[in-house]
């Protein structure tokens, strides 16, 4: 069988570079993805993806686009909206950021679950 990984090394000894089987390349790859979350588990993953706004932050949003429609809102009020649609923005993009990851490592838990 193959090395997995074998290091380049300078004239001191000192390694500098990695050469790596073609398997273990494909394995770690989706590491440097930057839409790739790392370092969560399957169900931290699961979690975040299946997560929502605080129930007061979507009931206080829920206010203030109710009382938008209506052009009702003051300054402070405009701003907490923005702050509040700002929250929401982020959040999605964690939770899509969060199936993606999920749905890259599926076939790798599909191919645990045979082995075990």
């Given amino acids: 069988m193959p090395e997995t990984v074998q290091y380049i090394t300078n004239e ?10 073609l398997d273990t390349y494909s394995r ?31 009931n206080h949003l829920d206010q203030l686009i109710d009382r938008n429609t209506e052009n009702s809102l003051s300054e402070g009020e405009l701003d907490d909206l923005d702050d509040l649609l700002e929250k929401v923005d982020h959040l999605t993009i964690l939770k899509t950021r969060a199936r993606y990851t999920l749905n890259l490592l599926q076939p790798r838990l599909e191919e645990q679950r045979i082995v075990a």
């Fill in 28 to 58: 770690l790859t989706p590491a440097l993805d930057p839409e790739y979350l790392i370092g969560l588990t399957t169900e931290e993953l699961k979690a975040l993806a299946s997560c929502k706004l605080a129930l007061t932050d979507q």
């Fill in 12 to 21: 001191q000894g000192d390694r500098i570079g990695v050469v790596l089987d």
